[in-house]
């Protein structure tokens, strides 16, 4: 299969007055046509950042100064501004965290919707309404077309954040970005919008990017996982790996802070020690080693990259000195 977008050695730096800061240090990441990808890695480590450079909408000062993100073929960090506005909406479809905050409280949610598809696909008015009603019975809102009158403060978040996926539908993109777009909502919810978009994926053909810190609401949507770590990607692998073989030692922390069935409701959370490192001040060696308990010499002094993970799957990779050669011997 080939490649979809295609990331290799992504840099961004944050532009500040003392000089440039690197964020995001050498992001590798490839998504398949019609795969889902989750993304997870602590506040901070570069998830929006990464997928904003690749549709031109990086925050001021904030650019990306090195790799290539090749996109059905086409490099996104070298296109014009002009070119990037036809691919969003488009060929790649944005869906955001608070849904409060990106739909107008003052249009009608059809109207909102119907504006997205004459932008990208030049319907006139009526056909573009008629549309929007198709979309919103597309995400499950009840009663469709009476809903396209209504405002979104008369909608649940749940409801919301539907017609947020259906603007991120408008143009039948090939690449819908999901960043944390649940957060704000109740876990059934979550749950629901969860398997809306895995439904969605598939009847579509669609390859889906979900960002998330969460990554047991992750399992039930994504093919295969990315862990970030401090602007680099740790591990990366099927989903079902990520859970039986977690290498990283950055992953196996994630999961052990994961909550069980058996946790006593009160009972405390182990978790990771330490922070990660700020913007512009990253150790020399591996970004995690300040925080691992298992680094050796090489950590405080080499950067450790992706490399396959010994005695498992090919598709997995784990960019760590120690843990990615323990299966060898076995
Ligand atoms: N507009 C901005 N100006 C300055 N620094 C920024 C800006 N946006 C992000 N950063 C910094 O860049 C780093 C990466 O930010 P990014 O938003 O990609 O993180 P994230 O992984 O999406 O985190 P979260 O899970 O909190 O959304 C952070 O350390 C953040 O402080
Ligand atoms: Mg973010």
Redesign the pocket.
């Known amino acids: 299969m080939t490649a979809l977008l295609d990331i290799n050695g992504l840099t961004i730096d944050?532009d500040r007055d003392s000089g440039p800061a690197r964020?995001v240090d050498g992001i590798d990441l490839s998504i398949l046509e019609g795969e889902s990808l989750g993304i997870v890695?602590?506040?901070?480590?570069?998830?929006?950042?990464?997928m904003l450079s690749l549709v031109g909408l990086l925050?001021?000062?904030?650019r990306a100064t090195g790799g290539t993100a090749h996109f059905a073929g086409r490099d996104l960090l070298r296109l014009s501004p002009a070119e990037l506005r036809k691919i969003r909406g488009a060929q790649i479809g944005f869906i955001f965290q608070d849904p409060m905050t990106s739909l107008n409280p003052v249009m009608r949610i059809g109207d909102q919707i119907a504006e997205a598809l004459i932008y990208q696909t030049g319907l006139d008015k009526p056909a573009a309404m008629a549309k929007a009603g198709d979309l919103l019975e597309l995400v499950g809102i009840p009663s469709p077309r009476e809903r396209l009158m209504a405002y979104p403060h008369e909608l649940s978040g749940g409801m919301r954040q539907r017609v947020m996926i259906a603007i991120g539908l408008a143009g039948s993109p090939r690449l819908l970005i999901a960043?944390?777009p649940t957060t704000a909502l109740d876990v059934t919810i979550q749950a629901q919008i969860v398997d809306l978009v895995r439904d969605l994926k598939d009847r579509l053909g669609m390859s889906v990017v979900w960002?998330t810190?969460d990554l047991a609401l992750i399992a039930g949507l994504a093919d295969r996982i990315a862990v970030?770590y401090a602007?680099t990607v740790v591990e990366d692998a099927p989903v079902d790996l990520i859970f039986e073989r977690p290498t990283h030692p950055y992953t196996r922390g994630l999961l052990a802070s994961l909550p069980t069935l058996t946790d006593r409701p009160m009972s405390r959370l182990p978790s990771i020690g330490g922070t990660p490192p700020?913007?512009g001040r990253r150790p020399a060696g591996c970004p995690f080693a300040p925080r691992c308990t298992l680094a050796v010499a090489a950590c405080q002094t080499e950067v450790p990259r992706l490399r396959p993970v010994a005695g498992s799957d090919p598709r997995h990779r784990a960019a760590c000195f120690v843990t990615a050669k323990e299966g060898a011997a076995a």
């Not at 890695?41 to 990464?50: P, Q």
């Not at 925050?59 to 904030?62: A, G, Y």
């Open positions: 944050i964020v890695g602590e506040s901070g480590c570069g998830k929006s950042l990464t925050p001021n000062r904030i960043d944390e960002i810190h970030l602007g700020e913007p």
